[in-house]
Antibody, heavy 117, light 112 residues
Framework: EVQLVETGGGLIQPGGSLRLSCAASGFTVSSNYMSWVRQAPGKGLEWVSVIYSGGSTYYADSVKGRFTISRDNSKNTLYLQMNSLRAEDTAVYYC???????????WGQGTLVTVSS | QSALTQPASVSGSPGQSITISCTGTSSDVGSYNLVSWYQQHPGKAPKLMIYEVSKRPSGVSNRFSGSKSGNTASLTISGLQAEDEADYYCCSYAGSSTSHVVFGGGTKLTVL
């Protein structure tokens, strides 16, 4: 059974850093496109970043230069390092596996990141 | 990359059919047959309902169907049921050299 479990969210001050983790089971993270998608309170879905099976990474303009996506193949885990956090980064962050380009087959339960002083 | 355009809300009575539109550009919806649709109930993670414009994942009711014409994709739900009440989001691949994918703003479906 495919399962994605995100951890690492919490309350952080503006300008701070946080690392989110997404532990996967039932499939191999490195063999799939893996993305982070976020949802601000009461708002819609926003794609944040993707890491392709070959290792290429891409980011939304809103986080480029501040966020870094990575994976640890030995732990079958996806990460999102978030630096220089802003109030507008406050959201539930989901990790998701893409069965095909743009088709997010499986989602984690999400982890809430709140950026506030 | 701008978000895809969806109506903010749609409604229908049980048993009726509704259609949600999703308008993009020639750089996303119009260029790729890689449009997907997601259903999200309050407090829950999104669920894939349609992928590659019109394909249904295993376990998704055949009451859900998708189509595309030009830069606009559509999700149709027939035989509306109370449990269909949720938010629906479209998503399109936008090319690996740009923003990868772009989501629509979401549509709140109310079953009257």
């Amino acid at each position: 059974e495919v399962q994605l479990v995100e951890t690492g969210g919490g309350l952080i001050q503006p300008g701070g850093s946080l690392r989110l983790s997404c532990a996967a089971s039932g499939f191999t993270v490195s063999s799939n496109y893996m993305s982070w998608v976020r949802q601000a309170p009461g708002k819609g879905l926003e794609w944040v970043s993707v890491i392709y099976s070959g290792g290429s990474t891409y980011y939304a303009d809103s986080v480029k230069g501040r966020f870094t996506i990575s994976r640890d193949n030995s732990k079958n885990t996806l990460y999102l390092q978030m630096n220089s956090l802003r109030a507008e980064d406050t959201a539930v962050y989901y990790c998701a596996m893409e069965g095909g380009a743009g088709a997010f087959d499986y989602w984690g339960q999400g982890t809430l990141v709140t950026v506030s002083s | 990359q701008s978000a895809l355009t969806q109506p903010a809300s749609v409604s229908g009575s049980p048993g009726q059919s509704i259609t949600i539109s999703c308008t993009g550009t020639s750089s996303d919806v119009g260029s790729y047959n890689l449009v997907s649709w997601y259903q999200q109930h309050p407090g829950k993670a999104p669920k894939l309902m349609i992928y590659e414009v019109s394909k249904r994942p295993s376990g998704v009711s055949n009451r859900f169907s998708g189509s595309k014409s030009g830069n606009t994709a559509s999700l149709t739900i027939s035989g509306l049921q109370a449990e269909d009440e949720a938010d629906y989001y479209c998503c399109s691949y936008a090319g690996s050299s740009t923003s990868h994918v772009v989501f629509g703003g979401g549509t709140k479906l109310t079953v009257l």
